[in-house]
């Protein structure tokens, strides 16, 4: 690639970066999902990246529209932009959702009392606001709420945008295997 010499190299260490470092255009994607055979897209914030077991993961509210989404079908999209390359990565996975288990508990525990707010709202995200001076819920209401979307990656689709001719590469990640690469036309 033009700009990139090692794309494998690049993604790794962004999506790594992107977990702690607000300000890194590898913090927020967008997740694409389909739902009622519509599509739907959200940003979603990155939260972890395993670079061995080949996984990314966020958290969301259980009652949501997208978790109900990824049970019926787990395959996504996530995309990422960065503006200083120019370029653009869009991860395909699959979904696996992990609600009211040690794992999540270990995580919830770890939430700052800021981030369990997200999940403390009485309402549905999305419903209606009937009453703005409900109560907040529970904390024990609240961790039920929350849960980890943890992704397996089946393949990454690197674009490098350059005015003198653009540069892509596709990497799959067959049966957890060696990555393999293969440089296609934009």
């Not at 300000?23 to 990155?46: D, E, G, M, Q, T």
């Not at 943890?150 to 067959?174: A, E, M, Q, W, Y």
């Not at 295997?177 to 440089?183: R, T």
Request: aromatic content about 10%; overall charge positive.
């Amino acid at each position: 690639m033009k700009k990139i010499e090692d794309p494998l190299k690049y993604i790794n260490e962004n999506l790594s970066e992107g977990i702690s470092n607000r300000k890194s255009p590898f913090h927020l994607a967008v997740l694409s999902y389909f739902y009622n055979r519509k599509s739907y897209a959200c940003n979603i914030v990155l939260r972890d990246f395993n670079k061995e077991k080949n996984t990314l993961r966020f958290n969301a509210d259980f009652r949501s529209q997208k978790i109900k989404a990824l049970k019926l079908d787990p395959s996504i999209q996530l995309h990422f932009y960065d503006p200083l390359i120019p370029c653009q990565l869009r991860v395909s996975a699959t979904a696996n959702i992990i609600h009211n288990n040690n794992q999540s508990l270990s995580l919830w525990n770890k939430l700052s009392d800021m981030s369990r707010q997200c999940y403390l709202q009485k309402g549905v995200p999305g419903s209606e606001i009937v009453d703005s001076k409900s109560n907040a819920l529970s904390d024990a209401d609240g961790y039920n709420n929350f849960c980890l979307v943890v992704l397996s990656i089946n393949s990454f689709d690197f674009l490098v945008l350059d005015s003198s001719g653009h540069d892509r590469c596709i990497i799959k990640f067959p049966n957890n295997s060696d990555p393999k690469i293969s440089y296609v036309y934009p």
